[in-house]
């Protein structure tokens, strides 16, 4: 996906506005199993997917937990690194060879203070990313997994083919035996 469709999938800006964004990114590529964040580290570079799959997790004592997964188009980014300047609590794990668009986030913010299309052009971001947030939350919260799992298809079907069972089963807060059997129930 390229960095113009991204840009204006957020929300439409003009063709300069546009370009002051693009004149600030830097195409990098990670190899898979690249950890692009590392909890407990102030992180501070966002990033928007161009090509290729990333999960979020945080360790237990006995396992790790994931609980979203990135893929072309979607923002990678530590929300308390990049607002509180403090240190985030996930790790970004590339789950497949993938190329990014890295924006350092001082340079961004700096863009918002400078120029005010590009600011209503990071609110509208940072809009559609917490009604992300939103909807997972109240989903882990009043679905069951074979809903999650339902849904997770329904809007995500390459996402099953991409990433490991035992990254999904994690994701919907199971095991992976429980997750064949959900599966079976529903072919």
């Known amino acids: 996906m390229n960095f113009q469709d991204i840009i204006h999938s957020i929300h439409p800006i003009s063709e300069d506005a546009s370009k002051l ?18 909890a407990d580290k102030i992180e501070p ?5 161009k090509k290729g799959i990333v999960r979020a997790y945080s ?3 006995e396992n790790e937990i994931t609980f979203w997964f990135g ?24 789950l497949e060879d993938t190329t990014l ?22 609110r509208k971001l940072a809009e559609k990313e917490l009604i ?3 909807e997972l939350f109240i989903s ?5 997994a074979s809903e999650r799992y339902s849904e ?3 809007q995500n079907p390459e996402l099953i083919k991409r990433v490991q069972l035992g990254h999904i089963a994690s994701y919907l807060g199971i095991t992976q035996v429980s997750l064949s059997r959900i599966r079976a129930e529903i072919r």
């Open 152 to 154: 997770l298809l329904k």
């Open 21 to 38: 964004l693009f004149e600030n990114i830097e195409e990098v590529s990670f190899p898979k199993g690249h950890l692009l964040f590392r």
């Open 101 to 122: 668009y890295e924006l350092n986030a001082l340079k961004l913010q700096d863009l918002f203070e400078h120029h005010i299309e590009i600011a209503n052009w990071g």
């Open 140 to 144: 882990r919260q009043f679905k069951s």
């Open 71 to 94: 893929k072309e188009g979607d923002l990678v980014i530590s929300m308390r690194s990049y607002i509180e300047n403090q240190k985030g609590y996930e790790n970004i794990e590339v």
């Open 59 to 61: 360790d237990t004592e």
């Open 132 to 134: 992300k947030t939103e």
């Open 45 to 49: 570079n966002l990033y928007f997917i």
